[in-house]
């Protein structure tokens, strides 16, 4: 499955979120996860995917910008 670890984004989204939730307190805290930290690494991938999936199905252009027909169209589909 390459095309999951192809995501930097979310990771990024999902790594700063975790750096936020617990801080650290190691010199190397801001390059790192701590171990305090892992779980809301995990909590927040998961979520921040979910997010990327029901982004990617809506981004029809696949310019990563939703448009408004774009918004129309997946509405449309509920």
Known sequence: MPELFDLK????????????KVPGSSKYSDDYVTKSEYRWLLKYLR???EYWVAFDRIDSGGDRRIDYSEFSAAKEKL
């Open 47 to 49: 979520i921040y995917y």
């Open 9 to 20: 984004p979310v990771m990024l989204r999902a790594f700063n979120a975790a750096k936020a």
